[in-house]
């Protein structure tokens, strides 16, 4: 978390009920299936300290396992550290090695790539092509209507899926990278893709990285 912005959780849950407790900062708050809970607070930095999080509340065989922890982080440190997450472990990662990264950890429980079906739509030809929507005329799935949809679930929703949708809302989950690198990856998965598109926005990604290096090295310099 970055110190000296305050930071609020917005929470739910996807099976039983949990509690979201932080025993060093004194706070502690339910966590309801079909509810949302919130808790927020203001990181403090103070050198190499991690606080842990526990479920309060006994929640199944896994209670125990369940925890985290929080590390608070100079503003600074801590746009270092997201932008080093997105160029992977080698630092080598392209905006659709990002993406694909992100699907894994977010959206592959609910969307497959090949084709089969899930509790979301395949993310296999979605990309570019006219869908169907229970609430909205058909649209085509191209970069702005991703970008909304992502965000924001219940804007539309897909024909053949229960509405309210059964997505999360990723609005202020995702950020503008993440959301951008998850659509270059939808890209890849169309016959839609249109290949110059994903040349230019991955060699405009590698210039803000150069550019972001270089400002580092000048910090540095001075
Ligand atoms: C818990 C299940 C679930 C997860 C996790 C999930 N989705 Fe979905 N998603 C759905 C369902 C259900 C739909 C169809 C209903 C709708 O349109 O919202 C959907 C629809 C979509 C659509 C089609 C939207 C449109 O308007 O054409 C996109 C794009 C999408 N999801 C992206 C994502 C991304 C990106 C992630 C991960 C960051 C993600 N989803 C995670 C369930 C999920
Ligand atoms: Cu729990």
């Known amino acids: 978390?970055?110190?000296?912005?305050?930071?609020?959780?917005?929470?739910?849950?996807?099976?039983?009920?949990?509690?979201?407790?932080?025993?060093?900062?004194?706070?502690?708050?339910?966590?309801?299936?079909?509810?949302?809970?919130?808790?927020?607070?203001?990181?403090?930095?103070?050198?190499?300290?991690?606080y842990k999080v526990f479920c309060a509340e006994y929640c199944g065989d896994k209670h125990s396992e369940?925890?985290?922890?929080?590390?608070?982080?100079?503003?600074?440190?801590?746009?270092?550290?997201?932008f080093k997450w997105a160029n992977g472990p080698d630092?080598?990662?392209?905006?659709?090695?990002?993406?694909?990264?992100?699907?894994?950890?977010?959206?592959?429980?609910?969307?497959?790539?090949?084709?089969?079906?899930?509790?979301?739509?395949?993310?296999?030809?979605?990309?570019?092509?006219?869908?169907?929507?229970?609430?909205?005329?058909?649209?085509?799935a191209d970069d702005q209507w991703l970008n909304d949809h992502i965000l924001n679930s219940q804007l539309a929703v897909v024909k053949g899926y229960g509405k309210p949708s059964q997505m999360p809302v990723f609005q202020g989950q995702l950020n503008a990278l993440q959301v951008q690198s998850l659509i270059v990856y939808m890209r890849t998965l169309s016959d839609k893709k249109d290949q110059a598109q994903i040349d230019a926005d991955e060699a405009a990604y590698i210039k803000q990285k150069e550019a972001a290096a270089k400002a580092k090295a000048d910090g540095v310099a001075k």
Not at 67 to 78: C, E, H, N, P
Not at 96 to 123: A, F, V
Request: hydrophobic content about 35%; some cysteine.
């Open 66 to 82: 369940m925890g985290a922890q929080i590390r608070v982080l100079s503003a600074k440190a801590y746009e270092d550290t997201i």
């Open 1 to 50: 978390m970055p110190a000296g912005r305050p930071v609020k959780l917005i929470m739910t849950s996807d099976d039983v009920l949990h509690a979201f407790f932080i025993p060093d900062f004194r706070t502690k708050m339910d966590v309801i299936p079909n509810r949302y809970t919130s808790m927020w607070f203001l990181p403090e930095e103070k050198e190499n300290a991690v």
């Open 91 to 140: 630092g080598k990662w392209t905006l659709r090695d990002y993406g694909e990264n992100l699907y894994k950890g977010k959206c592959s429980s609910c969307h497959s790539i090949d084709g089969s079906p899930n509790t979301g739509p395949t993310w296999k030809n979605h990309f570019g092509y006219s869908h169907d929507y229970v609430d909205h005329a058909p649209a085509v």
